[in-house]
């Protein structure tokens, strides 16, 4: 093995040493584990679709021990939940510049199995873009496709960058093939928001969806490329729609200036910060295109 390969090859190891002392496997099943962040004292990150359970969870602590760990709240949106655990309280790890990173620049994906200590795997960064929409609506910016296969204890463990320096979440959720890291940035939002609320607070319309394709006369009188949009079958008393004056036939073209062709269009702009604010809506109603102003309301807890 040549030198340079020796320096690189202790250079991971040492990162992985450094990183894995914020990293601590979290489980909640007698069998099986994800891996978490300690990412401030007391408060753990892990990956919200690998927690099956709110209650009796624990963590195994860098030191071996296992604690108790309490759920603060989750957002599936972002697929991170968040736990409170005193006795995580490990130095505040270093964040790395997430914007810093490009094509190909060396990552590591550092977790913890509950029983056989610390486990990394070594991969390149494929994809990033400043900032994209998720499927469920979240946005992350930076966006961060990484070329890495994650096993199941890896889930939920540090992103880390050639520095050393903990840049986010590693999750499968939303790739295709590989996995995403969810960056520092929205981490420390839904940490903040999950800590201050209990929970995310997402917008709704008040309406029932479905996919629709439009009649080509139709398509080629509104000069519009997007061959579907979404068409109303429900809407609920008093919602947003309800009181913007939607009714049921009306199809939805565009929402905030932006197209709708999938449903995901939708719902993809009715996030937290929209709550409260009106959003241009253009449908069209025997016809005839429409605009009206909707002001977004927020879901209630455990609704649709």
């Not at 359970?53 to 963590?59: G, L, M, S, T, V």
């Not at 486990?119 to 499927?135: D, F, I, Q, Y």
């Not at 729609?241 to 993809?268: C, F, N, Q």
């Not at 009106?278 to 605009?291: D, K, N, S, Y």
Request: hydrophobic share 45%.
């Amino acid at each position: 093995m040549s030198a340079e390969l020796i320096e690189l090859s202790n250079a991971l190891a040492q990162a992985t040493e450094r990183a894995a002392a914020n990293i601590v496997a979290v489980h909640a099943e007698a069998r099986g584990s994800a891996s978490g962040v300690v990412w401030r004292a007391g408060i753990i990150v892990t990956a919200e679709h690998a927690l099956r359970r709110d209650e009796e969870i624990h963590a195994t602590l860098p030191d071996g021990r296992v604690v108790p760990a309490t759920l603060v709240g989750r957002d599936p949106s972002s697929d991170l939940a968040v736990l409170k655990c005193a006795e995580a309280s490990a130095a505040v790890p270093t964040f790395g510049d997430v914007t810093a990173l490009k094509p190909v620049s060396l990552t590591l994906v550092v977790g913890r199995t509950r029983a056989s200590g610390p486990v990394a795997a070594l991969g390149a960064v494929s994809l990033v873009v400043p900032e994209r929409r998720t499927w469920t609506g979240a946005a992350l910016a930076p966006y961060i496709r990484l070329d890495v296969g994650l096993q199941p204890t890896a889930i939920g463990g540090g992103v880390v960058d050639a520095q050393g320096r903990i840049v986010g979440i590693a999750t499968p959720r939303f790739a295709r093939f590989g996995a995403i890291a969810i960056p520092a940035p929205t981490v420390d939002r839904v940490i903040d928001t999950l800590l201050k609320k209990g929970h995310i607070p997402q917008g709704y319309l008040g309406v029932g969806l479905q996919p629709v394709r439009l009649p080509e006369a139709l398509r080629q009188s509104l000069q519009r490329s997007e061959k579907t949009a979404a068409i109303v079958l429900e809407v609920e008393p008093e919602s947003p729609a309800h009181k913007a004056g939607i009714v049921i036939g009306d199809i939805l073209l565009a929402l905030a200036g932006h197209p709708v062709a999938r449903l995901e269009d939708v719902h993809s702009q009715l996030h937290g910060d929209a709550i409260g604010k009106p959003l241009a809506l253009q449908f069209v109603r025997g016809g005839a295109t429409q605009e009206v102003n909707i002001v977004v309301g927020e879901r209630s807890r455990g609704g649709e």
